[in-house]
């Protein structure tokens, strides 16, 4: 009746509710048989995850300092796993956050350095040379919207002298005489600081010399 009376035609309206039924097939079809396997995966929050981590300067040389524990979630879940590495001969790493990027770092690294001993050449990546490569890569992985949870400690020797890199999610770099990632930035790095201070420090504090 009310095509009859908007002077419509039946047959045209027919025709077009017709396509539009075709079109929602259309529409059904694809969205069933579209691989979803294919979307970017993100992680969201790190699920292992191990604690801090200290980096110091003694007389002769480095030392990095982790637990070897582990905890999923509040569940103290793996209770001896190393999150302490050697590189080569003159470099380390230790890490505190998720322990799979922890993982996959330590292969794109350890890659870097078979490549450096395939190639012969007598160049010899220093401890700098692996900072700034994981420093390059957490900002590359950071800017993708998909950051390593980690913080990484790397210390060694190179031309002779010690060194202790900071490595943090965002690709954040720093060097210092020790550093501490974790909870004990909170309680650990002001007695570091007040007990073992550097020239620096001492000339421009009052802090004690032999305190």
Avoid: W
């Amino acid at each position: 009746r009310c095509v009859q009376e908007t002077g419509i035609n039946a047959e045209y309206m027919g025709i077009q509710y017709q396509n539009l039924l075709n079109m929602l097939k259309i529409v059904s079809d694809t969205r069933t048989n579209f691989d979803f396997s294919q979307d970017n995966k993100r992680t969201l929050d790190p699920i292992v995850t191990g604690g801090s981590v200290i980096g110091l300067y003694f007389k002769d040389g480095v030392i990095l300092a982790s637990d070897t524990l582990l905890s999923y979630g509040s569940m103290a879940k793996f209770r001896d796993v190393r999150r302490a590495e050697k590189i080569n001969d003159t470099t380390a790493i230790a890490s505190s956050g998720e322990y799979s990027d922890f993982q996959e770092v330590m292969r794109k690294i350890n890659n870097m350095h078979q490549e450096e001993l395939n190639a012969n050449d007598n160049i010899k990546f220093s401890p700098s040379d692996y900072t700034n490569y994981l420093a390059r890569l957490c900002y590359f992985k950071r800017n993708k919207g998909n950051p390593y949870y980690m913080v990484s400690v790397i210390g060694g020797y190179q031309n002779g002298q010690r060194y202790l890199g900071y490595v943090d999610l965002h690709g954040t770099h720093l060097e210092d005489t020790h550093i501490v990632t974790g909870f004990a930035t909170y309680f650990c790095k002001p007695c570091l600081l007040y007990t073992s201070p550097s020239p620096r420090d001492r000339q421009k504090s009052r802090m004690p010399s032999s305190a």
